[in-house]
């Protein structure tokens, strides 16, 4: 499911779209004022007043290219952090190097996605530098009960975290606890906060910190004054919104 985690990436490309209707508007004006003040040259005229005005329409195209072009940047980067959040919703540990090898995430989409998610209060993962993975944070607190050795038959009371890497052993047979055993409760429990995370859905009041920060009276006051300062502005808002 697609979330609106951005909202200047919507700002922006409306705001592109606007800007090129009002361009096109000014290239058919400068078009119908030639035809209207020449003499007999017709569509002729029509093209001198467009040479004429040229730069100054050039110059003013400007502005709809780049915030589409930046608008666009920030839909796709929404995206990627999107398609990352629901694949961590699929699998509470992911494997890094076999992500990356599998899709056209970089290391650096991926250590983006995970710090804007916990940055905004969406969720919480942690990267273990050590096993190069990315687990859901709550794993930190579920703890897996063994109760009997398979080996020997022994009572236990043995608690163990769902991510621990090592395979501990029976203190009457010395054996290691059944890795089969083990993977199975193990997955019993990741499953199980799979489930209990229930449906993708947007935070309560929108997309988070951007709705708080991002000034919509003040972007438009500095597209209309100065453009390329409203692109600025955007452009450190997102930024800022995203690193917090």
Known sequence: ??????RIDDVLLRAGCI?????????????????????????ADGLVALARHGPLLALAACCPAALLWTGFSWRRRERQIAAVWSLL?????????????????????LERAVRFLNNRGLA????????????????????????KCDACGGALALEIPVAAREIPRCPYCGDPVSLRSLEERRREAIEALRVASGPE???????????RSFSLGLFVLLLIAFWPAALLYAFYQAR???SR
Do not use: C
Request: aromatic fraction near 6%.
């Open 201 to 211: 859905t947007r935070p309560a009041g929108g997309s988070g910190g951007s709705r």
């Open 19 to 43: 800007a090129t209707l009002l361009v096109a508007l000014a290239t058919a004006g400068v078009w119908v004022s030639g035809l209207a003040a020449g003499s007999a040259g017709g569509r």
């Open 124 to 147: 919480h993962y942690i990267w273990d530098r050590k096993s190069d993975t990315i687990q859901d944070g709550r794993l930190e607190s579920l703890h897996l009960a063994i109760d």
């Open 89 to 109: 919703r699929q699998n509470a540990v992911l494997s890094v190097p076999e992500l990356l090898a599998s899709s056209d995430f970089t290391r650096r989409d």
């Open 1 to 6: 499911m697609q979330r609106d985690l951005y």
């Open 240 to 242: 800022s919104d995203g």
